[in-house]
């Protein structure tokens, strides 16, 4: 959430052993604070051991200090170019500006350096390997580090205090700790410095013991080293990752006792307080705070993220109202994107907006970090068109950009503009990381892709993602969606750590596959593994049993849930428990339930019931629950459908259509019925009665074959799922054109015999398509999966997977 690394320059700034220039910002857990070399006795020899320069090079070297000190690199690069014989003072000078600048800077460090190798009147010397080394750092670039490492030892400078602690910091940034503690253990002194670089690379790389081992180390090899400041600064970022409370008050204490409170106030506070606050100690945190006399934009940062990471977004932005009344001064990128969070959190997109006008008005909108959380903002309220527009307006963009561009198409229902956007995330160049594939992978699931889901798992394997967790589960939810629950299994079977959303998601995959004995045989395994359940893992449970018929357990758990396991009923398990029970054909027994439950029933409840009235045809109750779900008001579109077709089933047409007229006065449009179907990486979309498939012949040819067919076994149409007032011979063809069965007719042409043919459909399969599909796989001999809108249905040799029970 936030970055310690401007309180970390200040330190660095104040506590060096000679002036040097302003730094750019470093990540405080890989950077300790560098220790330039003494300053010689003569500023004139500063940067060099070479004779006393002219009036002339004096003057030029004067001139191209002052621009470096304006911060004016260009010019000073520009004088020089100019400048006839460069000395070493010059090369150090800007090598030292460039290395300084950040990785966007360093390759100039390093050129600087190659022609200073070719330059024979001023070799390197002493004060050039500490900022190339530097450099090398910034961009990570082991190769040329190497080289230098082999350059500073002919010069006869591998055990130099500077050069060994430049090196150190290169070796643990590219996590080459081997070679960080061969330079280290062959130091012939060492000092604090020193120590915290090896430190503070143990804690970059999230190494716990090392870096706790490390320190006990420093304080044990000489009576005269403490840990200082920067000690803290590297080793507090580490404790907030492992939720080191204990460890993180005994560092508190140790600061207090070493008066580094008075020191370096503000650099150790704002460690403090952000430790505390990622601990979920938000007293202590604001209490660190408040006792800080010095704060900056570092410090308001992170009391501010704090109290979003522990989802206290009203408090976060009452901090974020007291940051601006004390100026605008310490208005950052980074306090803008925890509020921006906040905001994205409480759905208030009217603050949001705000927000957006006060970077604008800032000259902070073009800062990444808060470019990416308006995106965020933007996408998780459901404004995507907003977002769209934000993100092709931003001048830079990095993974996360795309990352919150592709999540916010998947949580808006666009998954083919998630893979749109992700190809041109690879077109640039642009590395996806774990949040990326754990947002594009959703969207495999959500149109049913299996080869595009498949591809997404080569490519977390290839780079290196396939152990993470939440891959895991997402790469599972995928696979189970996409009717391959056998998959999901495996990677479950497999995974290295699960945790309670992995359970969760194997127990709603058996769920919707109708395999609620497995879903139940794994809730028990969780004993075994010392998972406890929640509540949503009741919610799936319950939903598995009610998908299988399992009545008498989905009732058991339901008990067992409060009674065993403590966990207080919401809404959302007393919707599956009506679900279990009216599914069950249950009915009365579902409607006492809801008189029964503690807390006011709301339209979802009324709506699953109202819906097993209809698969059940009891119009007398499904007119009552009806007139409940009027005086309540239906929230989708939904109930008004299943209202409707109540009445359409039983004859009354014109009540039928007034229900729709009220339905398209409110706004609410019924989805058409719509089956796809993934052939060769391709998918391929039918809506019911279309003839647009450039083999619409071919696929209404093959259909009336199969009506032949399977009359001929006995099938009768079951006109009563028509709902609109037509003669019974036009109700029949409405009937056999529905979408799933054109999908399936195409799947027939299209694949082979031993292949599975896999149709998803945006709706609930009607009772005429169920019985038609059934024959289907009986007279073509093929194996047939169904995903609708409730559950898979397996179909094979005339049988269905749910027994006839969705």
């Known amino acids: 959430v936030f970055s310690l690394s401007s309180g970390l320059v200040e330190f660095q700034r104040n506590h060096a052993m000679r002036p040097r220039l302003p730094a750019t910002k470093l990540k405080p857990a890989a950077a300790p604070p560098r220790r330039p070399p003494p300053p010689p006795p003569a500023t004139a020899r500063a940067l060099s051991t070479a004779a006393p320069p002219s009036d002339a090079c004096h003057l030029q070297q004067q001139q191209l200090d002052d621009h470096i000190a304006r911060g004016d690199l260009t010019r000073a690069r520009h004088l020089f170019d100019r400048m006839p014989d460069p000395d070493a003072r010059a090369y150090n000078a800007l090598i030292r500006d460039y290395s300084w600048r950040g990785p966007a800077h360093a390759a100039g460090a390093l050129a600087l350096y190659a022609a200073m190798l070719h330059d024979a009147r001023c070799p390197p010397n002493k004060y050039t390997f500490p900022f190339v080394l530097k450099a090398c750092s910034a961009l990570q670039d082991l190769r040329a580090g190497r080289a230098i490492h082999r350059h500073a030892a002919r ?18 940034k590219c996590a080459r700790f081997g070679p960080a503690a061969a330079v280290f253990h062959a130091m012939p002194a060492r000092d604090a410095v020193a120590w915290n670089a090896m430190l503070a690379g143990y804690a970059l790389h999230g190494m716990y013991h090392h870096a706790l081992e490390c320190l006990l180390r420093m304080q044990e090899g000489c009576a005269s080293l403490r840990p200082n400041a920067s000690t803290l600064v590297a080793l507090l970022p580490l404790l907030a990752q492992q939720s080191a409370l204990c460890q993180g008050k005994s560092v508190h204490a140790y600061s207090i006792r070493a008066s580094l409170h008075d020191k370096d106030g503000v650099l150790v506070g704002t460690a403090l307080l952000d430790m505390y606050a990622k601990c979920g100690e938000l007293l202590y945190a604001r209490r660190v705070f408040e006792a800080m006399p010095m704060r900056n934009d570092v410090t308001w940062s992170a009391i501010i993220g704090g109290f979003v990471v522990c989802g206290r977004m009203t408090g976060a932005f009452g901090l974020f109202k007291d940051m601006l009344a004390q100026g605008l001064g310490f208005l950052s990128p980074t306090s803008v994107a925890s509020a921006l969070r906040a905001c994205a959190s409480l759905a208030d997109l009217h603050i949001g907006k705000q927000l957006h006008v006060l970077l604008a008005k800032s000259g902070l909108h073009s800062d990444l970090t808060a470019g990416n959380s308006l995106l965020s903002m933007y996408a998780k309220a459901g404004l995507i068109d907003e977002a769209t527009a934000l993100f092709d307006e931003m001048a830079a963009k990095d993974t996360v950009s795309y990352s919150a561009l592709v999540s916010g198409y998947v949580q808006n229902g666009m998954a083919d503009a998630a893979f749109l956007v992700f190809r041109k995330m690879q077109a640039c160049n642009v590395q996806p990381d774990v949040a990326t594939m754990v947002s594009l992978i959703p969207a495999c699931a959500h149109l049913a892709a299996l080869q595009h889901g498949k591809c997404s798992h080569g490519s977390v394997i290839v780079r290196g993602m396939a152990p993470e967790t939440s891959i895991c589960n997402a790469l599972m939810d995928m696979y189970a969606k996409c009717g391959r629950i056998d998959l999901s299994r495996q990677i479950f079977d497999v995974m290295p750590a699960r945790d309670i959303v992995s359970w969760n998601t194997m127990i709603a995959g058996y769920g919707i596959h109708g395999l609620g004995k497995e879903a139940t045989a794994l809730f028990l395994d969780m004993k075994n593994h010392a998972c406890e359940p929640d509540g949503v893992t009741f919610i799936c449970l319950i939903s598995a049993c009610s998908h299988s018929g399992l009545v008498t357990e989905g009732k058991r758990w339901f008990h067992m849930m409060a009674q065993k396991y403590g966990i207080t009923p919401r809404m959302e398990h007393y919707i599956s428990m009506v679900d279990l029970l009216a599914r069950g054909g249950f009915l009365d027994e579902a409607y006492q339930f809801i008189q029964t ?16 009235c209809r698969v059940h045809k009891n119009i007398d109750l499904g007119k009552q629950v009806a007139r409940m779900i009027q005086k309540l008001g239906p929230e989708g579109t939904g109930n008004f459908v299943l209202l409707s077709n109540i009445f359409s089933a039983a004859g009354r047409f014109d009540e039928a259509a007034e229900v729709r007229i009220i339905q398209k006065e409110k706004g609410f449009n019924k989805s058409p019925g719509c089956s796809w179907i993934e052939i060769n990486g391709s998918l ?6 279309d003839r647009s498939h450039p083999r619409s012949p071919e696929i209404y040819q093959e259909l009336d074959n199969i009506l032949v067919d399977i009359n001929k076994l006995g099938y009768q149409a079951d006109t009563s799922f028509v709902l609109q007032d037509l003669e019974e011979e036009e109700k029949e063809k409405a009937l056999l054109y529905h979408s799933e069965k054109l999908a399936i007719a195409f799947g027939v042409l299209t694949l082979s015999e031993d292949k599975t043919i896999f149709v998803t459909k945006n709706l609930r399969v009607c009772g005429d398509c169920h019985t038609v599909i059934k024959y289907m796989s009986l007279v073509r001999r093929r194996d047939i999966i169904v995903r609708d809108a409730n559950r898979f249905h397996h179909f094979k040799n005339g049988q269905c997977s749910c027994g006839d029970f969705w």
Do not use: E, N
């Open 597 to 612: 439950m503690p807390m006011k029933a709301d339209v979802r409840v009324w709506g699953a019931l109202l819906a097993a």
């Open 684 to 689: 391929h979309a039918f809506i019911g009665g």
């Open 155 to 172: 010069a006869g400078l591998h055990a130099d205090l500077f050069v060994c602690t430049a090196l150190i910091d290169l070796y643990m």
